[in-house]
């Protein structure tokens, strides 16, 4: 037997709908959702691993890694504690970001401050290539000697990263040593050894 259902005649869709008003307003109202009376604009963080401003305090974790800073011409190796490893990327990022208020107060800084200079970081059969937006290899002078000591060090740090090449548009380039002379061989921390502080 086929039921046949009427439709509700114009006369009662005015009570229905007293009646829906006030049962959507209680179920809202139980959302536990304010209801404000101006619109209000919700700001979204965008954070970047390769941020330029000094973090304000090193995180912690069961990892660690290990930075490279400069104290008074020299290279300073620093150990960070981090929730996982970081891969090339992030180890770089957190290089660039510059040392943390505790290991400034220690007198570490850092060559890389305020400059641009790496575009990314590729692991290639143990040897990371670097790519360098902007030039500023070539010059000779102590402080680009040590930015580039910094990021040597501190990628070859790391036991999967047997050398680093510099390379702008997918071209090595040929960067600064110690002893003026510029290589654009797969480098390592012995590179620059006569940086590095002892003790």
Partial sequence: MTRHTRPCPPS?????????LPLVALLVAGCGVPVEDTPRVIEVGTPSRMATGAPSAAASGPAAESLYLIRDGSLVAVQRRLP????????LGDLLAGPTEAEQDRGLGTALGGRGVVASVQLLDGI????????????????DVLAFGQIVCTLTSRADVM?????????????PLPDASLSQEPLRAADYATLIATG
Wanted: hydrophobic share 35%; no cysteine.
């Fill in 84 to 91: 996982t490893e970081p891969d090339p990327q992030h180890l």
């Fill in 163 to 175: 050398g680093v090449v510099f390379t702008r548009q997918g071209v090595r380039i040929g960067v």
């Fill in 12 to 20: 009662s869709r005015p009570v229905l709908r007293a009646l829906l």
């Fill in 128 to 143: 990371a290539h670097v790519e360098l937006p902007a030039g500023i290899e070539g010059t000779g002078r102590n402080d």
